[in-house]
């Protein structure tokens, strides 16, 4: 896995949900009861109970996706330790084999013309 791909997954910024719900949502109520030509009072108390109705949801929202961004981080840290834990086994083996192949001298590898015949 690319580390700068796992860099970017940390950086994504999530401060800019809640006044997008909120700002979007209020504003389309606003608009609606404005139309609806809803006396002025009226009108106060619905805008200012959706701003707040909207930025519970907004926080809401906000904290659940930046939960789910720190999963998918702690996840692709988890595959990139086991990655690298992987590749030193593997390198381990291979120096294992090399100083084992060192020792046996007599061995010859196949060549190409062993096979086709």
């Keep these: 896995m690319n580390t700068n791909n796992i860099e970017d997954i940390k950086k994504f910024n999530t401060k800019l949900i809640t006044p997008l719900i909120v700002l979007s949502c209020t504003g389309v109520i ?7 030509h809803y006396p002025v009072g009226d009108w106060f108390v619905i805008v200012f109970a959706s701003v707040i109705i909207f930025l519970v949801i907004g926080l809401i929202t906000e904290k659940m996706i930046t939960r789910f961004i720190e999963i998918n981080y702690e996840k692709a840290m988890a595959e990139k330790l086991e990655a690298e834990r992987l590749e ?29 015949e």
Excluded: C, H, Q
């Design 30 to 36: 606003a608009i609606f009861t404005y139309f609806k």
């Design 88 to 116: 030193e086994e593997a390198r381990a083996a291979m120096e294992a084999e090399n100083a084992a192949g060192n020792n046996n001298e007599s061995i010859n590898p196949l060549e190409v013309k062993d096979i086709l």
